[in-house]
């Protein structure tokens, strides 16, 4: 069974899905943001759900949900639970809205962490280690087929950010890892920053830095293109942005 973290249902007619980041799934990521097929089958087990699609099962619980659908789950709750859907809806919004951080987590309160900069593009890079600070603004761009890839690296330091460049400011980047942790994007441009990311896609607006993080729900955008095949469990898509000539 896999697991479900910032949860939500989506409803197109008389189907549902699910969208969140998954975890101990063999064909994604680790926290990566999918969207599951069409759901056949919900049942309450405590405080988690156990919903089941045409072949994978999921588990998500009560104060891993996402607030920003209450009129669809309370549907979905009744549509598959009911009776026993009763109080269910008030329950998951009750339990998942003590899940909040109660500061906001900013590059300044971080002893280590990365800052990507977008100015008109990518501008440059800001490593923090335990207090320390380094910019980096060298980057190296690798030539593909359809597409050029942006990568700023350094093993000796242990980070890499790879990602690809779209019209309208868009940049889509791969899965990263290192030492620096948490990860924030920053806007200190005129126009809007779209970002996507295994963690889900962001919005950043001028002058603004947003922590990519699971939970940062106001931060999210969530793409409208592609939500019509409810057939497969697969990752967001990104058929909204536009390769950069």
């Known amino acids: 069974m896999y697991r479900l973290e910032n949860w ?7 189907r549902y899905r699910v969208w969140g980041n998954v975890y101990g799934h063999p064909h994604f990521i680790e926290g990566q943001w999918i969207s599951t097929s069409t759901l056949k089958d919900i049942r ?7 919903m089941t ?32 859907d009763e109080g269910l809806c ?14 906001k987590e900013i590059p300044a309160s971080c002893s280590t962490c990365a800052v990507i900069v977008f100015e008109d593009g990518f501008k440059e890079l800001v490593l923090k280690l335990h207090g320390h600070e380094k910019t980096v603004s060298s980057y190296d761009v690798h030539k593909g087929l359809f597409q ?52 889900g896609d962001y ?17 999210r955008v969530f793409h409208e293109q592609g939500r019509a095949a409810y057939s497969e469990t697969r990752v967001i898509p990104h058929g909204s942005l536009k390769v950069k000539i």
């Not at 045409?54 to 598959?80: I, M, N, P, T, W």
């Not at 948490?182 to 126009?191: A, D, L, Q």
């Open 148 to 199: 050029d890839v942006t990568e700023v690296s350094d093993a000796d330091l242990g980070y890499c950010f790879r990602f690809y460049a779209y019209q309208k400011n868009g940049f889509q980047f791969e899965e990263w890892k290192g030492r620096f942790s948490p990860v924030f994007m920053k806007n200190t441009g005129e126009e809007e920053v779209h970002v996507s990311t295994v963690f």
């Open 44 to 50: 309450r087990d405590d405080e988690t759900l156990i």
């Open 53 to 84: 699609t045409g072949h994978s099962q999921y588990c998500a619980k009560f104060e891993d949900h996402q607030r920003v659908d209450a009129r669809v789950l309370k549907k979905a709750l009744h549509d598959y639970l009911w009776p026993e």
């Open 8 to 14: 939500y249902f989506e409803k197109n007619k008389d």
């Open 90 to 103: 008030q329950k998951i919004l009750y339990e998942s809205g003590k899940k909040t951080k109660n500061e």
């Open 203 to 219: 919005l950043i607006e001028a002058h603004e830095c947003v922590l990519i993080d699971p939970m940062n729900m106001n931060a």
